[in-house]
């Protein structure tokens, strides 16, 4: 089975640019998160979905990062504009139902000049 | 405040030996379950292996055991017979099933195997 996609695996772009990652969760997964990991602050949960509904976003940094999950497959986070301050790994994970484990993607390591 | 402590910024142990690797939590819950995945240095998250608050026995999966202890709120992974492979990050993690089980990550612990 495939596990948790994530694209593109690596982003360089510039201050003030406009950055999307995606997030493919694995099939028949209920609930997908996405985490940033940074050195300073570890992994640090920004949102997470049930059946596409965003239920907890206050990890969000600011007005600046919106997340969507128009359906079953299929995520994003866009962050607009990029700022030098968001440089970190972002991975995106899935699970089944509350109880279950938590799949990670193998993450989007974003640079931001 | 519900939180993961892993005490140990690093460790070593020699091949073929055994390591325990430290973490704490605090939580009111009384459901919740306690996670352990290890980062290599590719970067990806894997799961190792997983223990809930009422499993009166401690798990195992192969080469890797969690030590839990409810009354102490400690949670230490155990790799047995360690591989150069085991060589990366491993971090704790508590999912708390009342707030809609989100994970809570500790700042994990950096082993490094050594031939």
């Known amino acids: 089975d495939a596990g948790v996609i994530q694209s593109p695996r690596h982003e360089v772009t510039e201050m003030g640019q406009e950055v999307t990652l995606r997030c493919k969760p694995i099939?028949?997964?209920?609930?997908l998160f996405w985490y940033r990991q940074t050195m300073m602050r570890g992994l640090e949960l920004l949102i997470y979905?049930?059946?596409?509904?965003?239920?907890?976003d206050s990890g969000m940094p600011e007005d600046r990062f919106s997340a969507k999950m128009p359906n079953a497959s299929f995520s994003t986070l866009k962050i607009q504009p990029s700022e030098p301050r968001d440089s970190a790994v972002y991975f995106c994970?899935?699970?089944?139902?509350?109880?279950?484990?938590?799949?990670f993607g193998p993450g989007t390591r974003l640079t931001v000049l | 405040a519900q939180k993961i402590t892993q005490t140990q910024p690093g460790m070593f142990v020699q091949e073929k030996e055994a390591v325990t690797l430290d973490c704490t939590y605090d939580?009111?819950?009384?459901?919740?379950?306690l996670f352990w995945y290890k980062q290599p240095s590719s970067g990806e998250m894997i799961f190792l292996i997983y223990?809930?608050?009422?499993?009166?026995q401690n798990a195992t999966e192969g080469r890797y055991s969690l030590n839990f202890q409810k009354a102490r709120k400690s949670a230490n992974l155990v790799i047995s017979a360690s591989q150069l492979g085991d060589s990366a990050m491993y971090f704790c993690?508590?999912?708390?099933?009342?707030?809609?089980?989100?994970?809570?990550f500790g700042q994990g612990t950096e082993l490094s195997v050594k031939p």
């Open positions: 994970a899935s699970r089944r139902g509350v109880t279950d484990t938590q799949y």
């Open positions: 979905f049930n059946n596409n509904v965003p239920i907890d």
């Open positions: 939580t009111s819950d009384q459901s919740y379950g």
């Open positions: 223990q809930g608050s009422y499993d009166e």
């Open positions: 099939s028949g997964h209920n609930s």
């Open positions: 993690a508590m999912r708390e099933s009342l707030r809609g089980g989100k994970l809570i």
